[in-house]
């Protein structure tokens, strides 16, 4: 915080003023410079949900397996950073993505059906060299169709 003050312009102003040396555009508060100008940063609660979501995230990103969900360093972390809440285990997390891709299905199917139009979708499945399972999707709709 020194060496930040002490390159501050704006706090180099208010020592001068209050010095008497230099006059300040009355258009500067301090305080709110100060204060009132960092927000914080606004933070949904943390539920059960939230944090299953996270570690499914988590484990998705890193390719780990669900056992991870069960790793004793893991679980001291999350009951470190949240002791409100248990930490997930591994068959929590695969119910929870089995929910979420139900979920999303259903929405998709709605969404769906409120189109006007037909839908073509191409599917196509791979692994890699190293074992990467991989599935690729894409769709487009279109309005008229030609018998």
Known sequence: MTR???TCAKYSKHIKK?????TVDPAVDLFEDFFNSVTPRDRPVTTRDRIKEKVL?????GNLSFS???????????????PDCTPPNRKAVVDYLKAKATLTRHELQGELAQLDSKVSTALDIWTTRTGYAFLGMSSHGCRFWFS
Do not use: C, P
């Open 4 to 6: 930040h003050l002490k």
């Open 18 to 22: 209050m010095a008497g040396e230099v």
């Open 57 to 61: 995230r988590i484990i998705i990103s």
């Open 68 to 82: 991870f969900a069960e790793n004793a360093d893991f679980i001291d972390l999350l009951k470190d950073a949240y």
